[in-house]
């Protein structure tokens, strides 16, 4: 399990440190997993920060000592973020990909499925799109808001590991649903350049988008 110490740097740093991780969720008997894919960096000094509206209980994990949980709702579903070095600073975990390795992991999808089901129709969610945004990420790992905001990870049931696991390139882009002159021009997401189809939205495939104006791929040195 990663140690609070390893949340005590600046979001944007943790938020790259981040991908390739594991996160580990126990549902009923079962190990839930998904590798980090994509994340987003977040200060308390910007427009689009909910730690910029100020401090009121239900933002009071952004106020907490790095490593702490804080989810809220996104269009009415659960979102996981981690506070993180500063007062108000946070990474949010934007995307995933099943992890089938590591734990006894063979009821894993079928449980992942059966909580994140196809929004229209019958049949499951493809494996590629069960964690593919932040809000399929927590519903297929059965992870909720009011269980887990302002919460400590706890190894026994839900957890981030470190595998060993790193990106050779990460993509450097623009954050997802930031207003126009609202700080939509950072490029505080990163996303693991070897999971980009996976990802909520694909800087490399979208149209109109220039390497060096929208996105820049970077060599990630742990």
């Known amino acids: 399990m990663l140690s609070r110490n390893f949340f005590n740097r600046d979001a944007i740093t943790t938020a790259k440190a981040l991908l390739g991780k594991i996160l580990r969720a126990r549902y009923d008997k079962v190990w839930l997993c998904a590798q980090i894919i994509e994340t987003e960096a977040y200060f308390q000094n910007e427009k689009v920060s909910h730690a910029s509206l100020g401090y009121i209980n239900k933002r009071k994990a952004l106020f907490m000592s790095p490593g702490t949980i804080y989810m809220y709702y996104a269009r009415g579903s659960d979102s996981l973020n981690v506070s993180c070095r500063g007062k108000g600073n946070a990474v949010l975990i934007k995307s995933g990909y099943p992890y089938k390795n590591g734990k ?101 495939t979208k149209r109109n988008y220039l390497e060096g104006k929208h996105y820049r791929l970077i060599r990630y040195l742990k």
Not at 110 to 129: C, D, F, S, T
Request: hydrophobic content about 30%; overall charge positive.
């Open 104 to 204: 006894k992991t063979d009821k894993m999808i079928p449980v992942m499925q059966k909580l994140n089901p196809p929004k229209y129709g019958n049949g499951v969610r493809p494996i590629e799109r069960l964690c593919a945004g932040q809000t399929l990420l927590c519903k297929s790992l059965g992870i909720t808001v009011k269980e887990w905001d302002q919460q400590q990870f706890d190894p026994n049931r839900f957890y981030i590991e470190d595998i060993g696991s790193t990106p050779t390139q990460i993509i450097q882009t623009t954050r997802l649903g930031i207003p126009v002159k609202r700080d939509d021009h950072l490029l505080y997401r990163f996303i693991d350049s070897g999971f980009s189809k996976f990802c909520t939205s694909n800087p490399l």
